[in-house]
């Protein structure tokens, strides 16, 4: 069901509940487990994760339905930068891309490090820049031990 096609007289949630594939959940868990602590800091990150798999149309019609309108553009910006890392070739595309993203750079790499499982080169070297590579390092060491007890 898509969010384009709920009128007020439909269930909404229903919408939302779809986007719970098991990917999906996976990816929220993994969240979950990089934040530790920061539950109250970075709970936008688990709306964008339950959201990313929609266009940023349906996002954003989902958050106003919500009413999560205070965090929608944060959710909005995780979603709508989530890839463009991998992407990256050379130290000045990392350094736009650092500088681009500079003001939700923290969560959209917490949620690039849930969804893959784990943080690729180009997410330390623009945590470095951003001066967020102290969080991005906890945010591994959480996944990998927690992927270390399943195993």
Known sequence: MSIGRIT????WW???RAQLTPHVVEVIRRVEMAMGADQNRFWPVKVAALLHEM????VEEALRLMEFRDVARLV???IEGFGDIWKINDESRLRE???RRQTHLEPLLLFEVAH???ATEAMRAAA?????EENLEAWVGRLASVQLKRT
């Open 8 to 11: 007020p007289e439909r269930d």
């Open 14 to 16: 229903e919408a939302i």
């Open 55 to 58: 266009s940023l149309a349906e």
């Open 76 to 78: 909005c910006d995780i």
């Open 97 to 99: 891309y650092v500088f």
């Open 116 to 118: 893959e499982g784990a």
């Open 128 to 132: 470095r820049l951003g001066g967020c």
